[in-house]
């Protein structure tokens, strides 16, 4: 009998595959993002030795259609600033969209995409008064089943060359 209860322990502890550390190709489209689901502490290096935090819960809604992001900053130069979006799989198109809108007045539409185990989110191209060619992109990197890099990026050239604007480190609450 105490054989059985290691044996049930070790499957429920080590016998599932979880989503975070799958690969893309081990997943159906519906799952791309299943990974980012939780509750998460975020910090990243603001310079001169500090460190911003704040929090990211991330829920499925809609009958576990939609992802559901709320964003927290709590301590650090942007203090006060929080955010939500909204992320869907779209069948219909094949496409994973996201939309982003914050207490700063910003919004963003953005079309999800892949390279390898990267998941990453792009805005449309767009085209400045003095002709240069502006994208943001997020990226999903380094995806763990309790940690995760997120990358936020800034091109002006239409995507030929990306510039990292903010680097967030996930850990999952425990």
Avoid: C
Wanted: proline letters at 1%; glycine letters at 10%; charged letters at 30%.
């Amino acid at each position: 009998m105490k054989k059985l209860g290691l044996l049930f322990f070790a499957i429920a502890l080590f016998g599932t595959t979880t989503i975070a550390q799958q690969s893309l190709s081990e997943l159906s489209s519906e799952e791309y993002f299943d990974f980012w689901v939780g509750e998460w502490d975020v910090s990243w290096d603001e310079g001169e030795g500090k460190t911003g935090r704040g929090t990211n819960t991330i829920e499925k809604i809609l009958d576990g259609k939609v992802i559901q992001e709320n964003f927290r900053i709590l301590e650090g130069q942007s203090s006060g600033f929080k955010g939500i979006s909204h992320s869907v799989y779209q069948p219909q198109f094949e496409r994973w969209k996201q939309s982003w809108a914050d207490n700063n007045g910003g919004y963003y539409d953005f079309v999800g995409k892949f390279d390898g185990d990267k998941r990453i989110f792009q805005t449309i191209v767009f085209e400045l008064e003095d002709g240069r060619k502006l994208s943001y992109r997020m990226i999903f990197y380094n995806i763990e089943e309790n940690s995760l890099t997120w990358d936020w990026e800034v091109s002006y050239d239409g995507g030929e060359n990306w510039n990292l604007m903010w680097r967030i480190n996930y850990e999952r609450k425990k």
